[in-house]
């Protein structure tokens, strides 16, 4: 049977097993969470963030925000109305969307296009203001 200090150095060498145990779990546990947040941005990283307003739209046009209207005649034709003071711009405020099919549209819904103009023609149902969407928000 072991003796008194043959028990003390058992518990000693326990106890040191423990402790290594758990400072090795620590460390490991704070080095897989650093290097799960590696990818994520950090407080002095850049976020930007676009604000759109309701109606407006880019110097080129190259995205234009406003209320989506739906057109029934001639087959159809999905509109973004872009301005609300129709007098004082180049297309009167609402261009004709086009390559928009693919997307669940809503009448009355406000939504920003990206894109380009990209000509005009005419039409009963459409302004004659073609704008050619590759991106919808």
């Known amino acids: 049977m072991p003796g008194n200090r043959e028990m003390k150095a058992v518990k000693s060498a326990v106890t040191l097993l423990i402790v ?3 400072f090795g779990v ?20 850049e976020i930007t963030v676009e604000v759109y307003p309701k109606y407006g739209h880019a110097e080129d046009f190259s995205w234009v925000a406003g209320e ?23 297309y009167n405020g609402v261009l004709a ?12 819904e406000f939504v920003v296009v990206e894109g380009k103009v990209v000509g005009n ?8 203001n073609i704008y050619w969407v590759t991106n919808i928000d």
């Not at 546990?29 to 990818?39: A, G, I, L």
């Not at 989506?68 to 180049?90: A, H, M, R």
């Open 20 to 22: 290594l145990i758990v």
């Open 26 to 45: 620590v460390f490991w546990v704070r080095d897989r969470k650093s290097n799960m947040r590696s990818d994520l941005p950090t407080v002095d990283s």
């Open 68 to 90: 989506l209207k739906y057109q029934p005649l001639e087959g159809g034709c999905w509109t973004l109305v872009f301005s609300q003071n129709q007098e004082t711009d180049i």
């Open 97 to 108: 969307l086009e390559n928009v099919e693919s997307h669940k549209l809503e009448d009355g």
């Open 121 to 128: 023609e005419f039409s009963m149902a459409c302004p004659p």
